[in-house]
């Protein structure tokens, strides 16, 4: 595997970015990792890693860096009420939608000028937050945007907010793969339900599929809610997704 970290340069500044690649095979398909709330760490490493074992180049962006560098946390981020996570809080809340769209548009730019990333479809997956990020992506850049996937995606219908998923199902070409977990406050059933009939009536290419019995961050392999079979299905379920849309 070839690994960097290196700076992709954005509208709003230098975006650190973990860049891991296959070592042979030539040019390959890219896709985005966008990470959960707690932030880049070594279990988001791994698991961009383990995509990139099946062929991609996969780009892990540091979502929060206009809060500047110092925006990764301990392990006692997912304690709440820590000083960890209250710190980090204090950034994810301030995040929206539309700069993130920003932000993929840059590394799109950027990969269309590496000679070992493949010309054409690009892949997008989020986990919790970043779930709607993936989402939004597809309507936002339809023409580059080929498969799209979110991960126990956080309050998947939000009013609230600017380029919504429930907003902009439909509006792209990409085929969509929604998971959302059973056990989630984030994402309760209702809101899950909600989703799914929009997700029906804009006759938007994909799935959503409801993971039973699980929690919110089940994928995740350091979390004590981990759960290995939901895990594995989601591995299958995005490179099945990969496999298809991109190659």
């Known amino acids: 595997m070839i690994e960097q970290i290196l700076d992709i340069h954005t509208d709003d500044g230098a975006m ?48 929060y860096y206009r809060a500047g560098v110092d925006t990764k946390y301990g392990p006692e981020v997912l304690e709440h009420g820590s000083a960890e996570h209250t710190r980090m809080r204090a950034v994810r809340t301030k995040m929206t939608i539309p700069p993130v769209m920003r932000d993929v548009g840059a590394m799109i730019r950027w990969l269309d000028r590496q000679s070992f990333a493949k010309a054409g479809p ?31 995606g956080t309050w998947l219908v939000n009013e609230d907010a600017e380029e919504s998923p429930h907003r902009t199902l439909g509006q792209g070409r990409a085929e969509l793969y929604i ?14 339900e909600t989703l799914r009939g929009l997700f029906v009536a804009a006759g938007s290419p994909g799935e959503l599929e409801l993971y039973p019995g699980v929690h919110h961050g089940f994928a995740f392999p350091q979390r004590r809610i981990y759960d290995k079979p939901a895990a594995e299905r989601h591995w299958e379920r995005l490179i099945g997704l990969y496999r298809r849309r991109l190659g």
């Open 16 to 63: 650190e970015t973990f860049v891991v690649r296959p070592e042979r095979g030539g040019a390959h398909p890219p896709v985005l990792m966008l990470m959960d709330a707690p932030g880049i760490r070594e279990e988001l490493y791994d698991m961009a890693r383990r995509l990139a074992t099946v062929g991609y180049v996969v780009l892990l962006p540091n979502l």
């Open 122 to 152: 690009v892949g997008a997956h989020g986990y919790c937050m970043s779930g709607p990020y993936a989402l939004a992506a597809a309507a936002r850049y339809p023409d580059r945007i080929a498969a799209a996937a979110s991960f126990y």
């Open 179 to 192: 998971a959302c977990a059973e056990i989630d406050e984030l994402a309760p059933l209702p809101m899950v």
